[in-house]
């Protein structure tokens, strides 16, 4: 195995234990969600799913690093025809172990197909939960700038006096809503909904999610060399995409098939490189 790639076969709860204090930069996960795959992970009920988690986050908090960030891939599921509260009440819960919830993204998910039931649509979105040790941590914004758009030349061309000094922010050095600090600029700070498509080809795993899932949160929150832990590593997107971008990387997972498939994939990296 590549030096800077660590896999583990196991419960994370045990072998995020050998992993040392304040060594990951990024933890980017998603765990099975309440009641689900229960053919692989056994499923966790949804009263049951904050007492199943914190002693896995408590882990967590001990192994990222100070400016470190960890962002949770996770949904509320519907049961007896409303949305539990497991995902909010494991918000307070981390809270309360000390984690900072620090900001939330949404994942547009493009390319769902359509669905009905009698008393809602399906769902097109998922939550990206980020949580940190600390309110200042290692965040490298312009590596997400995007381009600014074709509004840009009307809306840019034609500012108002409100646009020109208002709301400027209070916070740091950005720009807030005065507009005019955007003239001249091609690229601009996307917002915290990320549109992308689902995996369709699923990598031999029953809830993968696209590369350019974790490729964003990696460019935003990592520089190379930097550790990523991903303690559900599933099918390796995220730990296979940090490796592939100069990152050092940890996976777990109590599948072995998994674990295997993992390891293979790395293998088969290397021997790209001889």
């Known amino acids: 195995m590549l030096d800077s790639v660590q896999i583990f076969e196991g419960d994370c709860k045990k072998q995020l234990q050998v992993i040392e204090d304040d060594s990951v930069h990024l933890i980017f996960t998603s765990p099975p969600y309440a009641d689900q795959r229960k053919n692989t992970y056994g499923g966790i009920h949804p009263d049951d799913y904050v007492d199943w988690?914190?002693?896995?986050?408590?882990?967590?908090?001990?192994?990222?690093h100070p400016q470190g960030t960890f962002i949770l891939n996770i949904k509320e599921r519907v049961v007896n025809g409303e949305r539990h509260t497991y995902v909010l009440d494991l918000i307070k819960a981390l809270r309360e172990q000390n984690w900072l919830w620090t900001e939330e993204f949404m994942w547009h998910k493009k390319n769902s197909y359509p669905g009905k039931w009698p008393n809602r649509f399906r769902d097109s979105w998922e939550r990206l939960l980020q949580f940190n040790k600390n309110k200042k941590f290692n965040m490298y914004q312009e590596t997400v700038m995007i381009p600014i758009g074709d509004w840009a030349k009307s809306r840019l061309n034609n500012l108002s006096d409100t646009d020109?000094?208002?709301?400027?922010?209070?916070?740091?050095?950005?720009f807030g809503k005065n507009v005019s600090n955007w003239v001249g600029r091609d690229k601009v700070y996307p917002t915290n909904v990320i549109h992308l498509a689902t995996e369709t080809g699923n990598r031999k795993h029953s809830a993968a999610f696209p590369k350019a899932l974790p490729e964003w949160f990696i460019k935003l929150f990592t520089q190379s060399g930097d550790r990523v832990l991903d303690p559900f590593m599933g099918s390796g997107t995220t730990i296979l995409t940090a490796y592939e971008m100069g990152r050092e990387v940890i996976g777990?997972?109590?599948?072995?098939?998994?674990?295997?498939?993992?390891?293979?994939?790395?293998?088969?990296?290397?021997?790209?490189?001889?």
């Open 53 to 64: 988690f914190l002693p896995i986050s408590k882990q967590l908090l001990r192994v990222l």
């Open 252 to 274: 777990i997972d109590i599948m072995p098939e998994y674990v295997q498939m993992v390891e293979a994939e790395f293998t088969n990296f290397q021997k790209r490189l001889l």
């Open 164 to 174: 020109k000094h208002r709301d400027e922010s209070k916070v740091g050095s950005g």
